[in-house]
């Protein structure tokens, strides 16, 4: 499998961050993982990491979406005011315990590529796999 070239992981949960890092590093999934804890870090990291990417080299944003600082929506919402140019090569994925209805309203219009529900797993992963980068893990 062609390995994406960055996962950043956005949960204010260390042990969460740290578990998902461990899991997809297990999968050899990218060649870089980053975490941040609110969307604030994840935003100043998301810009260091696009200055050099193309869609050939993509990036997986793995998002959740209560958090200090700056939550998920407020991060989306930021998001969406950066260059296209640095939006092309990101795909983000919420990944979150629970969404509230008025959060769930939103989705559509929303610049994510979907949603997967916590806790992540390698079932999850290659879904994502295959729907945002139409690759997948060997069969075993």
Do not use: C, W
């Amino acid at each position: 499998m062609i390995k994406l070239s960055s996962v950043l992981l956005v949960d204010d949960d260390p042990t969460t961050n740290h578990l998902n890092e461990r899991l997809l590093k297990n999968l050899g999934v990218a060649d870089q993982y980053l975490t941040a804890t609110n969307g604030a870090e994840a935003l100043a990291t998301l810009d260091q990491l696009t200055a050099s990417a193309d869609p050939a080299s993509p990036i997986l944003v793995l998002l959740d979406v209560k958090m200090p600082v700056l939550d998920g929506m407020g991060f989306l919402e930021a998001y969406k005011r950066l260059p296209p140019a640095q939006r092309q090569a990101v795909v983000i994925v919420m990944h979150t315990a629970s969404m509230e209805s008025h959060d769930l309203d939103r989705m559509e219009e929303l610049p994510i590529a979907g949603l997967v529900s916590k806790p992540l797993t390698k079932e999850k992963v290659d879904t994502i796999l295959k729907l945002h980068y139409q690759r997948q893990f060997p069969a075993s």
